[in-house]
């Protein structure tokens, strides 16, 4: 208690570091465009159904279920990964937008790509839990070379995984701040 007419002191307050949160604004985006690229072809293809020549010998869309994860991992499993992999999307995704609230908003090399990875989880599991599986449409081959199919949403998970093995690479050095 302080003695009287004398005035009360408090600690400084720091101000509020500006975190990385509005990043998620791309993770929007990336939902968004995947969902509606998703509802564009399920409207214009069937599964099964005759594929559409982007480039020939290299680039077709085509309409495919995937019940696994990247590469139709797991596609075969009695139908537990659906759960699985819709709960390892929710947890990562929780787990990056936690890490987004406590980074410094000018760590964009960590910030791009945990928004990407985000956006591709949550479009993805909007999939498994409105369908039961992935809606992929992009068909990639050369010759004898098939790429599994792929959607928006993957593109965006694979960008942010090499992204952030860049960034691991180039450590501090890569921030706004000048740290290293």
């Known amino acids: ?39 564009h072809f399920l409207s214009v293809l069937e599964y099964g159904g005759p594929a559409i020549t982007v ?3 290299f680039w077709e869309w085509t309409l495919a279920k995937n019940f696994g994860a990247a590469f139709s991992f797991l596609a075969g499993a009695s139908g537990w990964q659906r759960w699985f992999f819709s709960a390892l999307a929710i947890g990562i995704s929780a787990l990056l937008v936690y890490w987004l609230r406590k980074m410094p908003r000018s760590y964009w090399h960590e910030a791009l790509p945990f928004a990407l990875i985000i956006g591709g989880a949550i479009g993805n599991l909007i999939d498994r839990l409105r369908f039961g599986y992935v809606v992929d449409f992009v068909h990639w081959y ?9 959607n928006v949403a993957d593109s965006a998970i694979v960008a942010g995984a090499v992204l952030l093995v860049v960034a691991s690479l180039f450590g501090g050095a890569h921030r706004g701040d000048g740290r290293r």
Do not use: H, Y
């Open 1 to 39: 208690m302080s003695p009287p007419n004398t005035p009360s002191v408090s600690a400084p307050t720091e101000a509020p570091t500006r975190n990385a949160l509005p990043w998620l604004w791309l993770s929007l985006l990336i939902i968004a465009l995947d969902q509606a690229s998703k509802l």
């Open 55 to 57: 480039i020939d010998g």
């Open 142 to 150: 050369w010759r004898d070379f098939s790429w599994p199919v792929f």
